[in-house]
């Protein structure tokens, strides 16, 4: 009886420890204040990613002025209270969300992004064609102009 009460305190401190992590890890540099618990709780270890992947994520992370302007269409809006691209690669500096890397909308969209601003187009110009090119599939985030 003793050992289980002493398991269960356990368990209890070691969830609380990593609730608190979480937390704390999200910072001031944090996307959006509409930050949901699976979005802290599905943190990606880019060190066991492909190079193309990490590549993607840090550029978007480089850029979140940018990626902060670009609606996301993968229906992670509604799904996961996303507000812009950049919540689908980062929840705050160093801490990256497993979302995208699963979701090839947000991976072809970060890469258009990418592809366009290399162009010399602006980021009017690029929103505008994620806005035309991707609104098929879902409805986009609430993303500010």
Known sequence: MRTRWKLTWLGLIASVSVVAAAVLAVGPWTTTSSRTRSDLEEVLDLSSQPGEMVAIYHYV???????????????????????????CFVVSRGVYSSHASGCMVCGNEATDVQRLLAEGKSVREIRNWIDAEYSKYSAGTNTPN
């Open 61 to 87: 992370e480089d850029h979140p002025a940018i990626a902060k302007k670009i609606p996301c269409y993968c229906g992670c809006g509604k799904a996961l209270g996303h507000m812009n691209l950049l919540d």
